[in-house]
Nanobody
């Protein structure tokens, strides 16, 4: 069965860095669209970074230049390297995956585009 397990969350001061990991099983990340979403209390889950099955990469404007999404096919793991973290980055971060062929960028930032989700990992940015 398909499973996604996130790790690497924690509490850091503003300006700090974290690397999130998403270990996949039951499928190969190289053939899927993979994404990181986040959700803060009272807010809608939003797409943060996407790496599609054709290796296209997309970032939300709010994280562009600060976050880097990558995958290691040999380890079957998705990563999100986060730097220059801000308090507004505080949220539960979720790994998501979908086997569909490459689709429009706008759709990939919609949570409904993904049929597999991890349990989430908390990221807190505060002084």
């Amino acid at each position: 069965q398909v499973q996604l397990v996130e790790s690497g969350g924690g509490s850091v001061p503003p300006g700090g860095s974290l690397r999130l990991s998403c270990e996949a099983s039951g499928f190969s990340v190289s053939g899927y669209c993979m994404a990181w979403f986040r959700q803060a209390p009272g807010k809608e889950r939003e797409g943060v970074a996407i790496i599609d099955s054709d290796d296209s990469i997309y970032y939300a404007e709010s994280v562009k230049g600060r976050f880097v999404i990558s995958k290691d096919s040999a380890e079957n793991t998705l990563y999100l390297q986060m730097s220059s973290l801000k308090p507004e980055d505080t949220a539960v971060y979720y790994c998501a995956a979908d086997p569909a062929p490459p689709r429009s960028e706008w759709w990939l930032f919609n949570r409904l585009a993904y049929n597999h989700w991890g349990q989430g990992t908390q990221v807190t940015v505060s002084s």
